[in-house]
């Protein structure tokens, strides 16, 4: 979400005549976009905006932090980074461009850095979740994101999003279907729909028709784009991931077989202080439900280890659930305090060595997990989307599965942007690797 929101903001600079340059050291405007889902992503900006400042020693720099943490913080940002000319919230990207422009007129108007007029904009602005709609393609770019909602209205406890991201709010169905039509008439042939809750999509807004919810309705209008491929979103909730949605995977040839499924923990008892407002078991009968209908699904998961009060009884069942699903992978994350949820109260708070104990023994499972789950497609031939040249070695493609597994493999460039198989013969947990075939 935050890789599209930096796109909406460069395709913006870029539209009033900025260039975008990959050396900081040549920048005129440095703006850090930032995420305040744990502290290390804060602490890492708040580096990284430290160590930027040097550029601004011979002449004028603009600097700006965008997003969850300037929202969060606010102008108590300017105490600890004086150096900060714009922070701006979540709500507010899309005036990004302006503040920039009136920045610049004004530092270079002055000659000088130390005088501060710094733009604090973190106002909740009506319809803001439709300002996130530009998009700035690369060269034969053939996967898109595509933003339909923002914000969340399920408070689990542990969560900065609510307080960073606002509440649900979702854009119409016909401005996302003609913003698909738009990308895939410019080449596009793969769409990841995002949202903090993103099968509940709507469910203030718009009504249910059929039985089936406004999200539904939206993969069945995608369905209908000639020249998209493929549908991914992410991520959903446990909780209205409802029939309709189920069945749209064996009914809708376009949507992909994987889905990021956040568990968060697998002790009822956590799940309850988390207020996830599912149990273990439902989850394992989701997951059951969604198997039957979709047998070569891929699913993938998002873990806290460490969440207040947390014994080892409450661990153990979390590692059990990992083992009875058998994941295709998972991010693992150590609870991270977060500054005005109801978890950062909690009693029994634990220290960071049995995070870290808890951590790195589920990674050791789940990783166990992935290898097998790659293993199932050696001496199998799959179909690929090709994105381009492999980023550690440019002589080979890469290019992803419908389960959204990362296939590197050598071949023509001319295959990037296209449809292709490959037939794999040989894997690790995280890539798989083979030869082009011919379709
Ligand atoms: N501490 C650790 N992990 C968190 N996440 C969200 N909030 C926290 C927190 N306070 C994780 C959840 C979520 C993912 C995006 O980040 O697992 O699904």
């Known amino acids: ?12 600079l870029i539209a009033r005549g900025h260039t975008i340059t990959a050396e900081a050291e040549g920048a005129d405007v440095v703006l850090l976009n930032t995420c305040s889902v744990r502290d290390l992503a804060e602490q890492k900006a708040l580096g990284k905006m430290g160590m930027l400042r040097a550029l601004s020693r011979n002449r004028p720099v603009i600097y700006g932090f965008l997003g969850c943490m300037a ?22 990207f899309h005036r990004v461009a302006d503040y920039v ?19 604090v904009d973190v106002e909740e602005e009506q319809d803001s979740q439709s300002t996130i709609r530009d998009h700035l393609l690369g060269d034969k770019q053939v996967t898109a994101f595509v933003s339909i909602m923002q914000g969340c209205n399920m408070h689990c406890t542990f969560c900065i999003v609510p307080y960073t991201r606002g509440h649900e709010r979702s854009r119409p169905p016909a401005e996302i279907v003609k913003e698909v039509r ?4 410019r080449g596009v042939k793969e769409v990841t729909l995002l949202g903090q809750i993103v099968n509940l999509y709507g469910r203030h807004e718009f009504p249910s028709f059929d039985g089936k919810s406004p999200f539904v309705q939206l993969l069945d209008a995608l369905q209908q784009t000639d020249g998209l491929e493929r549908i991914r979103f992410t991520s959903p909730h446990p909780i209205g991931f409802r029939n309709d949605l189920i069945e749209s995977f064996a009914r809708l040839p376009k949507l992909v077989e994987h889905i990021h499924l956040p568990l968060q923990s697998g002790s009822n008892r956590v799940l309850k202080a988390m207020h996830r407002t599912y149990t273990a078991e439902k989850y394992i009968s989701l997951v059951d439900r969604i198997r039957a209908v979709t047998p070569d699904v891929a699913i993938t998961t998002d873990i806290i280890v460490g969440f207040p009060g947390e014994s080892e009884q409450d661990y153990a069942k979390t590692r059990e659930l990992v083992d009875r699903v058998g994941f295709d992978n998972a991010f693992v994350f150590k609870y ?23 951590n790195q023994d ?14 199932i497609f050696l001496g199998k031939t799959i179909e690929i989307l090709c994105e381009g040249a492999s980023k550690t070695n440019s002589d080979r493609l890469v290019g992803r599965t419908r389960g959204n597994k990362i296939v590197v493999f050598e071949g023509a460039r001319e295959h990037t942007g296209n449809l292709l198989n490959v037939r794999i013969h040989r894997c690790t947990g995280y890539t798989l690797y083979g030869e082009p075939v011919s379709r």
């Open 1 to 12: 979400m935050n890789e599209r929101d930096s796109e909406q903001v460069a395709q913006m």
């Open 71 to 92: 929202q969060s913080r606010g102008a108590a940002l300017l105490r600890e980074v004086p150096h900060l000319d714009l922070i701006v919230g979540t709500q507010k």
């Open 101 to 119: 422009d009136q920045a610049i007129e004004r530092k270079w108007a002055a000659r000088r850095d130390d005088i501060r007029f710094s733009v």
């Open 182 to 185: 738009a990308l895939v008439a």
């Open 336 to 358: 991270s305090k977060r500054k005005g949820t109801p978890a950062s109260q909690m009693e029994g708070q634990l220290p960071d060595s049995v995070k870290e104990e808890r």
């Open 362 to 375: 589920l990674l050791e499972l789940v990783n166990r997990w992935a290898k097998r789950r790659n293993e």
